[in-house]
């Protein structure tokens, strides 16, 4: 619900809302207001193809090295098409972090999995400068109510 279908629907029922006290008024407003936040929040949402587990959120994208999206080759010739979040709160990380084989210099990275379902969604990078998930595009799904 966007902001002019709330603008609209107040105005649509306006009469109903004059038998409301001041009061009960705010506290209506106060209440569509929080479904909107909700509803624009999970609008934002990146989930895991498989289970469709919450992951992280798109307002999480971050710029790494110029871009908040990447694509490169592992050793064994395998192609990853990555996007870059800040955090990504629905996964796990597994094993210990190393810097073999890393696609961003000076970074150790290590595997996030989704948390719900352990698919291997990315990986967790780490500096002494900073940290962010480099999470697979074909791993992972924006929330279906976005399209």
Not at 20 to 42: G, H, P, T, V, Y
Not at 72 to 79: A, C, E, H, L, S
Request: hydrophobic residues 35%; negative net charge; aromatic residues 14%.
């Amino acid at each position: 619900m966007d902001f002019d279908s709330v603008n609209k629907f107040i105005s649509t029922h306006y009469r109903l809302l004059r038998k409301f006290s001041d009061k009960e008024i705010l506290e209506i407003n106060e209440e569509i207001s929080q479904k909107i936040f909700i509803e624009e929040k999970e609008k934002n949402d990146v989930l895991c193809r498989v289970c469709k587990y919450n992951i992280s959120s798109l307002d999480e994208m971050i710029e790494v090295n110029g871009s908040h999206q990447h694509t490169f080759k592992n050793p064994v010739g395998i192609v990853y098409r990555i996007r870059c979040f800040s955090s990504a709160s629905g996964c796990m990380l597994i094993g210990a972090p190393t810097t073999a084989n890393t696609w961003f210099p000076g970074f150790s990275w290590n595997f996030a999995l989704c948390s719900q379902c352990f698919s291997h969604l990315g990986w967790f990078y780490q500096s002494a400068q900073m940290t962010f998930f480099g999470l697979i595009l074909e791993n992972i799904i924006e929330n279906p109510s976005t399209h």
